[in-house]
């Protein structure tokens, strides 16, 4: 009975099936990862579209404060609230002035000036 | 042959075989025939070259106050090809760009690929409409983003600043002079789109990003810019001149602090601007300076050690007879003999003319040359003119007697403030400029302009002694009593000069009046200039440069004086504060 068996049964290949299956295994997983990666790269690339697209919104946004700042902070508009009486300005009176050394130019123009108020000295 | 099955199949496998050759035929026509043809198509549809727009450079004073600057806005883009839903986008757009429904019917229904249906539209307005496109899911509108420039101070300093057009093109003042450096280099990148006109960020081409425009900051203070601008304001509603003009200018550095002009356009508004408000007159107006111009007359005399400040000098009691034509004093009023300072200080034109007949024809006009007059300044604003000096070949008999009082000489008052600013130099003259620094995207600076001596026109010994006699024309006795500023001490020049009529001759009682001066005497901190033309005052024998333009100037420095700080002198008594002459059409 054995040996009846033995002479019908069809001898595997092993070692052979395995390299395929490997072989096959190891295309199907390089397919499938460079689709994977294709699409994760369209993805990737969107999404820098997108940020770039935030990005530049972002900026223009800034652009359109700094305009609106510079208009509202700008002399002529400073001086039309003064005008309407949004704002108001007091006069240092020439007495109200201590110089503590040469009015000269100094070097740099941010300089502080050596100005006090005699008032608050006292 | 036998019809039987493996004939059969021998010629079905014949004829596949036939196909697929036909088919691989095709292929390599395809891929390696017509390949460049083909991939030259592809490319052409849907490769292109996007340019990255650099951002033009903004304007800056010295303290570092915006003067112009890009508000970001888009333009409205329909593409034909690819809108998908006219019925539902008619409405939208109509709404949202403010434009008849009818007429973006129109421009849609075109089926052409590029039509423009709204330019400069605000960038939050035009996010909001893209947002509702995507939304709704229409295609066939994009928004292509740009800048359009902006000045925060409308009209002040126009003529400086100037102006660029739409295509961000520099086209007058420092926008145009200072172009190449401003505009900045606009960058590209190759895309890919697809089907539906996204980029496809994975097939990016070559790229280079741009490079912004640099930022350009100018010498002008914005604190003195605005004293002028409010004072030739008054002085436009009280005198109503055709045109006015005021300069002040640090002498030591030739850096121009406040330039302004009138008439005047605002630089938002610049399409509604005649073309007569767009001249800046500080640098293109050609006037006969009239007697401001002494001061050169006295420099060469004194320079050439022909006189002294005390040499004595016959004034033939008003009126001498010269070439066959008077030559009068003004108002007709005789002086005897008169030091040169006095020459000055009660402005004689005999005494004037006597020091250039002294001098010579060619001596004097090389003086003239030395002090700049008829060459361009060279100060970074495009379309300056030379001005008129005429060489002596040219001059009649009596042009020796005229030109040293300011006639027969045409300047512009850019180069008048320029020779005052020689005399409170110490004698050099120096190159105005308006340009402090150009700053790149990275924060470097590209050169800070420095001070540049054009030549040492006069000694400082005679630089000294006409500052010095120049001092007696704001005292009491001099001509422009009212210049004086309360506190310091003063040095300046009046000048009253008939206006030349376009036939020839003077026109009547048409004068360009004005005050040149610097302040302090000893080390002044600036030179100023105010120059009106055909100023009108309710008494015309009061239309004078030490009358009208003498208190403006007066004015304007004291204002100056203190926003500078300068420290006053307390041994000078305070004058009465220099008011308007009698007042005009305006107030009439």
Redesign the interface.
């Known amino acids: 009975m054995n040996r009846h068996r033995r002479r019908n049964f069809n001898p595997i290949n092993a070692p052979s099936l395995a390299r395929w299956i490997v072989i096959i295994a190891f295309l199907a997983t390089t397919g499938l990862s460079y689709v994977y990666l294709s699409v994760q790269l369209h993805h990737q690339g969107v999404q820098r579209r997108l940020l770039e697209q935030e990005l530049i919104a972002t900026r223009m946004q800034n652009e359109d404060a700094k305009v609106q700042f510079a208009a509202l902070t700008s002399r002529t508009a400073l001086q039309r609230r003064l005008k309407e009486g949004y704002l108001k300005m007091i006069p240092i009176t020439e007495q109200n002035i201590v110089r503590l050394n040469s009015s000269a130019r100094p070097a740099g123009e941010d300089d502080l000036q050596p100005v006090a108020n005699q008032q608050g000295r006292q | 042959m036998k019809w039987n099955g493996r004939t059969r199949c021998a010629l079905v496998c014949v004829f596949f075989a036939l196909l697929f050759s036909v088919f691989s035929y095709r292929l390599i026509h395809l891929q390696m025939v017509m390949h460049n043809y083909y991939s030259q198509l592809a490319a052409e549809k849907n490769v292109g070259r996007n340019v990255i727009p650099a951002e033009r450079g903004a304007i800056y004073d010295?303290?570092h106050?915006?003067l112009a600057?890009?508000?970001?806005v888009a333009t409205i883009v329909a593409d034909g090809t690819l809108i998908n839903n006219n019925a539902a986008l008619i409405p939208l757009l109509a709404a949202s760009l403010h434009v008849p429904p009818n007429e973006i019917a129109e421009k849609i229904s075109s089926r052409r690929p590029y039509v423009v249906l709204k330019r400069e539209f605000p960038?939050?307005d035009a996010?909001a409409l893209e947002k509702t496109l995507q939304d709704k899911n229409l295609r066939g509108i994009r928004c292509e983003?740009s800048?359009v420039r902006?000045y925060?101070?409308?009209p002040?300093l126009c003529h400086v600043i100037g102006f660029a057009d739409f295509q961000q093109r520099g086209i007058q003042g420092v926008e145009a002079s200072m172009d190449q450096y401003l505009r900045g280099e606009d960058g590209y990148r190759y895309i890919e789109r697809d089907a539906q006109g996204r980029?496809?960020?994975?097939y990016r081409g070559l790229e280079r990003a741009p490079r912004n425009g640099c930022q350009v900051y100018l010498t002008i203070d914005?604190g003195l810019q605005?004293i002028v601008e409010n004072e030739l304001d008054a002085a436009m509603r009280d005198y109503t001149p055709i045109k006015a003009t005021i300069i002040l200018m640090r002498p030591q550095t030739g850096e121009i602090l406040a330039m302004a002009n009138r008439p005047n356009f605002d630089l938002n508004l610049r399409s509604d601007a005649k073309p007569e408000e767009m001249k800046n007159r500080a640098i293109i107006d050609m006037m006969e300076p009239g007697s401001t111009f002494k001061i050169v007359t006295a420099a060469a005399a004194l320079n050439e050690h022909r006189v002294t400040l005390d040499t004595m000098i016959f004034c033939e009691n008003g009126v001498w007879n010269v070439g066959g034509r008077p030559l009068h004093d003004h108002g007709h009023k005789g002086y005897g003999d008169l030091s040169v300072q006095d020459i000055l200080v009660h402005s004689s034109n005999i005494g004037a003319a006597k020091m250039a007949v002294m001098l010579g024809e060619q001596k004097f006009y090389e003086y003239i040359r030395r002090f700049g007059f008829g060459d361009r300044t060279g100060i970074e604003l495009p379309g300056e003119i030379r001005g008129m000096v005429h060489a002596p070949r040219s001059w009649s008999k009596i042009s020796i007697t005229r030109i040293p009082m300011g006639q027969e000489v045409g300047v512009t008052p850019l180069q008048m403030v320029l020779a005052m600013a020689t005399v409170a130099n110490g004698g050099k003259l120096i190159q105005p400029r308006v340009v402090k620094t150009v700053i790149d995207d990275k924060g470097k600076a590209l050169g800070v302009l420095r001070p540049t001596v054009v030549r040492q026109v006069i000694s400082p010994q005679t630089a000294s002694q006409i500052a010095q006699a120049l001092r007696g024309v704001v005292s009491k006795r001099g001509t422009a009593a009212e210049a004086a500023v309360p506190g310091f001490t003063m040095s300046g020049k009046t000048g009253t000069a008939q206006k030349a009529a376009p036939g020839g001759g003077y026109e009547k009682n048409k004068y360009v009046v004005s005050f040149s001066g610097f302040l302090p005497s000893e080390n002044p901190?600036f030179v100023g200039l105010v120059v009106l033309d055909d100023a009108h005052t309710k008494d015309p024998a009061l239309n004078y440069g030490g009358t009208v333009a003498g208190p403006i100037f007066s004015r304007v420095a004291e204002q100056a004086a203190r926003y500078?700080?300068?420290?006053?002198h307390e041994e000078i008594g305070t004058p009465a504060t220099a008011g308007r002459v009698a007042l005009t059409n305006a107030h009439r």
Not at chain 2, 69 to 72: A, D, R, W, Y
Not at chain 2, 199 to 202: N, S
Not at chain 2, 564 to 568: A, G, M, S, T
Request: hydrophobic share 45%; glycine share 4%.
């Open positions: 010295a303290r106050e915006v600057q890009n508000v970001p960038d939050a996010r983003r800048t902006v925060p101070n409308g002040m980029e496809i960020v994975l914005m605005t901190a500078l700080d300068l420290e006053p």
